[in-house]
Nanobody, 126 residues
Framework: QVQLVESGGGLVQAGGSLRLSCAVS????????MGWFRQAPGKEREFVAA?????????YYADSVKGRFTISRDNAKNTVYLQMNSLKPEDTADYYC??????????????????WGQGTQVTVSS
């Protein structure tokens, strides 16, 4: 059984930083493409960042977070991270990590991912 467990969310002031973690079990993590998505109240789930699996990592970011967020992975720990800097109130949302084990390439659509975590809440106060 595949499990994704996010952690690291919380309340932070605008301009602050948080690092989200997502621990993965039950799959060969190194081969999985990983993504982060977020969903604000009343809005659809949206893509935030993704990192490819295999060797020679490729990353991709939503325009809204480019230059502020960084996705990374530690295959030895089966964990993917999302470092979030210069946070803004509009970053407030539930953040979800997702895994795709059918293909290691970066993908942006939520329907392309096979497994999801339960989410962690991020609140940025102004």
């Amino acid at each position: 059984q595949v499990q994704l467990v996010e952690s690291g969310g919380g309340l932070v002031q605008a301009g602050g930083s948080l690092r989200l973690s997502c621990a993965v079990s039950g799959r060969t993590f190194s081969n999985c493409a990983m993504g982060w998505f977020r969903q604000a109240p009343g809005k659809e789930r949206e893509f935030v960042a993704a990192i490819s699996g295999g060797s020679g990592y490729t990353t991709y970011y939503a325009d809204s977070v480019k230059g502020r967020f960084t996705i990374s992975r530690d295959n030895a720990k089966n964990t993917v991270y999302l470092q979030m800097n210069s946070l803004k109130p509009e970053d407030t949302a539930d953040y979800y990590c997702a895994a795709r084990d059918s293909n290691p390439m970066v993908v942006l659509g939520p329907m392309d991912y096979d497994y999801w975590g339960q989410g962690t809440q991020v609140t940025v106060s102004s």
